[in-house]
């Protein structure tokens, strides 16, 4: 399986217009991929909080169209990153987007922990509550965003579902790439899956971003990483890896608590 991450370049310079079109245009490029990703908030920028309620669209607005168009063209699976959602009898979401090959909407999933620690976000979008898992061909997607990362318990809730592949969208800030690389890796490790997680590069709304984009093997190596700037990290993966270490190093197996109900030895 082909993995394209890529890495967008967003700053306060260019328009949301302007950004979409030129998205749209890199996601029809990736034909040779089967699975493409981007990044967390690239429309608006992830730390633009004053930009949300102006730029937040319903969840078929202009950037699905653009994205499930861009997917069909490319005949890819494609995570089209997060958006501004606007619920018409709600809030507003941080929504992830994934697209079929033919366009088709396989998944949303509204970000569950939103970041600023009772400002930002975390005020002005509301938590989503469901986890999120996408059946390809060759593997099942795990889908998660930003923030989450640092909450295991929610990866392992995934991988309980069936997930083999995390797939985390991004909009990391510079001053913490130690803890986005640490964590992807930890993920990776504790799950026995891939992590593909892909940020943001440039600065928006006066935050560095951390770039880097990263794709993680079930054993912890780190496969392929982006520099700091926009980049388009490309990977071979072989989904098969996954159930191989899990038979080689039985970890999962060996748990004993988070089980409903837990086993009795």
Same mark, same amino acid.
């Given at each position: 399986? @082909? &993995?394209?991450?890529?890495?967008?370049?967003?700053?306060?310079?260019?328009?949301?217009?302007?950004?979409?079109?030129?998205?749209?245009?890199?996601?029809?490029?990736?034909?040779?991929?089967?699975?493409?990703?981007? +990044?967390?908030?690239?429309?608006?920028?992830?730390?633009?909080?004053?930009?949300?309620?102006?730029?937040?669209?319903?969840?078929?607005?202009?950037?699905?169209? $653009?994205?499930?168009?861009?997917?069909?063209?490319?005949?890819?699976?494609?995570? $089209?990153?997060?958006?501004?959602?606007?619920?018409?009898?709600?809030?507003?979401?941080?929504?992830?987007?994934?697209?079929?090959?033919?366009?088709?909407?396989?998944?949303?999933? @509204?970000?569950?922990?939103?970041?600023?620690?009772?400002?930002?976000? &975390?005020?002005?979008?509301?938590?989503?509550? #469901?986890?999120?898992?996408?059946?390809?061909?060759?593997?099942?997607?795990?889908?998660?965003?930003?923030?989450?990362?640092?909450?295991?318990?929610?990866?392992?809730?995934?991988?309980?579902?069936? &997930?083999?592949?995390?797939?985390?969208?991004?909009?990391?800030?510079?001053?913490? @790439?130690?803890?986005?690389?640490?964590?992807?890796?930890?993920? $990776?490790? #504790?799950?026995?899956?891939?992590?593909?997680?892909?940020?943001?590069?440039?600065?928006? &709304?006066?935050?560095?971003? $951390?770039?880097?984009?990263?794709?993680?093997?079930?054993?912890?190596?780190?496969?392929?990483?982006?520099?700091?700037?926009?980049?388009?990290?490309?990977?071979?993966?072989?989904?098969?890896?996954?159930?191989?270490?899990?038979?080689?190093? +039985?970890?999962?197996?060996?748990?004993?608590?988070?089980?409903?109900?837990?086993?009795?030895?």
């Amino acid at each position: 399986m @082909r &993995a394209s991450l890529i890495q967008i370049d967003v700053n306060d310079g260019e328009s949301v217009e302007c950004r979409r079109q030129r998205v749209t245009a890199l996601v029809r490029e990736q034909t040779d991929a089967d699975l493409v990703v981007l +990044p967390e908030l690239w429309t608006t920028g992830a730390f633009a909080y004053e930009r949300f309620a102006t730029e937040a669209e319903p969840l078929e607005g202009p950037t699905y169209e $653009a994205m499930a168009k861009a997917a069909s063209d490319a005949g890819v699976w494609l995570h $089209a990153g997060s958006i501004p959602e606007r619920d018409p009898e709600g809030p507003l979401y941080n929504t992830a987007l994934v697209f079929s090959p033919s366009g088709e909407l396989a998944a949303a999933y @509204r970000k569950i922990h939103r970041f600023g620690f009772d400002q930002g976000e &975390a005020v002005l979008m509301g938590a989503g509550g #469901e986890l999120v898992t996408v059946r390809l061909p060759e593997t099942t997607l795990g889908v998660a965003t930003c923030y989450d990362l640092r909450f295991p318990e929610l990866f392992r809730g995934l991988v309980d579902a069936g &997930a083999e592949t995390l797939v985390l969208s991004a909009g990391w800030p510079e001053r913490r @790439r130690a803890h986005w690389t640490l964590l992807a890796q930890a993920r $990776a490790v #504790e799950n026995q899956a891939f992590v593909l997680a892909c940020g943001t590069a440039g600065t928006h &709304a006066g935050v560095p971003q $951390a770039g880097h984009s990263i794709v993680v093997d079930p054993w912890g190596e780190v496969l392929a990483e982006a520099g700091a700037g926009e980049e388009i990290l490309t990977v071979d993966l072989d989904p098969a890896k996954v159930a191989a270490t899990r038979e080689q190093f +039985p970890a999962l197996k060996d748990r004993l608590l988070g089980l409903d109900p837990p086993p009795h030895r």
